[in-house]
């Protein structure tokens, strides 16, 4: 099996910074793609962040010049940087991640989510 743990998350003031990292373990071969994803309450999950093995990014337009993905391989690790945080960003912040289970199947999976709250 193959889990996906966030951590990072908490309460921040507007114009403040976070860090989120996503650590992928277990059966895994090799991961495709790695991302984050946030929904904020009465909303839909959207994509915040996408990351592909050879390092090209893309971004959410109302996070783009802001937020930063990037990725750790031999730690099979993904971060995601935030700076200049608004009160929209507050959300549970999601890790999802593609990828060849040691199996050789392709297969997603999420993390659990963790929480981000922008306030004054």
């Known amino acids: 099996q193959v889990q996906l743990v966030e951590s990072g998350g908490g309460l921040v003031q507007p114009g403040g910074s976070l860090r989120l990292s996503c650590a992928a373990s277990g059966s895994i071969f090799s991961i495709y793609t790695m991302g984050w994803y946030r929904q904020a309450p009465g909303k839909q999950r959207e994509l915040v962040a996408t990351?592909?093995?050879?390092?090209?990014?893309n971004y959410a337009d109302s996070v783009k010049g802001r937020f930063t993905i990037s990725r750790d391989n031999a730690k099979n690790t993904v971060y995601l940087q935030m700076n200049s945080l608004k009160p929209e960003d507050t959300a549970v912040y999601y890790c999802n991640a593609h990828l060849r289970t040691s199996s050789q199947l392709w297969r997603e999976y999420w993390g659990q989510g963790t929480q981000v709250t922008v306030s004054s």
């Open positions: 990351i592909i093995s050879g390092g090209s990014t």
